[in-house]
């Protein structure tokens, strides 16, 4: 059995725990809150065990064996750096990192130690991704790609109103790319790699971070982009376009539905199994990694490329966080 423990008491990680509650390998145990009152609450909540307000005795806790992070992105890099010196396997909420740099030494640190460390990206782990990958083998070669997550956040109303949340801090290296424009650019290098060139524009919010933006992607023989924001929502599905003919993806995020459209206008559905909470696959991703024995870079590589092309984008759109 894994006992893990929780950083952070958002309704993430609520999500996370309720999809544990399907993975016969991993017992919620903990939770690490600055805040004891939090904390304890938290832990009540899902029965847990023991509270920690102290990051340090919760990383040399022997009962403990994997921590799941659900802090500010930018509390990643050392959270995650204190647990691996210490043993601990670790699964880190998007984005990873704050930067390609942060990531690199602590895939590194992984290494050295023989412990996994792995993104919860949930929608490259999801079985719609492997729907979206068998989609593709019917259509390609693949000419064009357009995946877009465009959803207006409640936290911009307050926002406008002079109210700064973290969603909306650069300090906390967040933003519209960082938050939300992960689920696009993560599949995007999951199904075809690394872009040759990529070209990045982004709306900037007064005294805060990117609101919206648009990342053009260029391969040897096809190009994508990646439409992303905060501040409006989209009704339009993504698209993956062959020669043979187009995928339709809804919800990127959260894939469903894939549906095949061919150049005859025949149609196939590639069926996707019904799922209430999708953070399930990659709970129990993250435990066969654990239970593998030794530090796998599987699914971590991708993380690399995701991060190393966002760290490009935000240098063209001149967004700059304080962990750079």
């Known amino acids: 059995m894994i006992n893990f423990a929780t950083i952070g008491t958002n309704f993430v990680v ?49 009962e403990i064996h994997a921590v799941y992070i659900a802090s500010p992105n930018s509390l990643h890099y050392e959270q995650t750096k204190l647990l691996i010196e210490n043993g601990k396997h670790v699964m880190i909420e998007k984005t990873i990192t704050s930067n390609q740099k942060e990531l690199e030494e602590l895939i590194n640190l992984a290494i050295k ?45 307050k926002y406008k ?90 919800d990127i995020p959260n894939p469903r539905k894939v549906k095949v459209i061919f150049n005859d206008n025949t149609e196939k559905i590639i069926k996707v199994p019904e799922c209430e909470n999708n953070l399930v696959f990659e709970a129990k991703e993250w435990a066969r990694l654990i239970e593998i024995g030794k530090f796998t870079d599987e699914h971590i590589k991708y993380s690399h490329m995701c991060v190393k092309v966002m760290d490009e984008a935000r240098r063209q759109q001149g967004v700059v966080f304080p962990a750079d």
């Open 14 to 62: 609520d999500w996370f725990l309720e999809a544990v509650e399907q993975c016969d390998n991993l017992c919620y145990v903990a939770t690490y809150s600055r805040d004891k009152e939090k904390g304890e609450a938290f832990s009540k909540k899902h029965n847990g065990k023991m509270v920690f307000t102290d990051l340090n005795k919760l990383a040399k806790c022997d």
């Open 113 to 157: 130690h023989n412990v996994v460390i792995m993104e919860a990206m949930r929608n490259v782990i999801d079985p719609g991704f492997f729907a979206i990958k068998e989609a593709i083998e019917l259509v390609k070669p693949v000419r064009r790609v357009s995946f877009q997550y465009c959803q207006y956040s409640s936290r911009y109303d």
């Open 161 to 250: 109103q002079g109210i700064f949340e973290n969603a909306f801090r650069k300090e906390f290296s967040n933003g519209a790319l960082t938050d939300i424009g992960v689920y696009c650019v993560h599949p995007l290098v999951k199904l075809f790699g690394m872009p040759q060139e990529i070209m990045a524009m982004a709306q900037i919010l007064p005294d805060s971070i990117d609101g919206q933006g648009t990342i053009i992607a260029k391969y040897p023989e096809m190009l994508a982009e990646v439409l992303y924001s905060k501040i409006t929502n989209s009704k339009i599905p993504s698209q993956i376009q062959g020669e043979k003919g187009a995928i339709i993806i809804e």
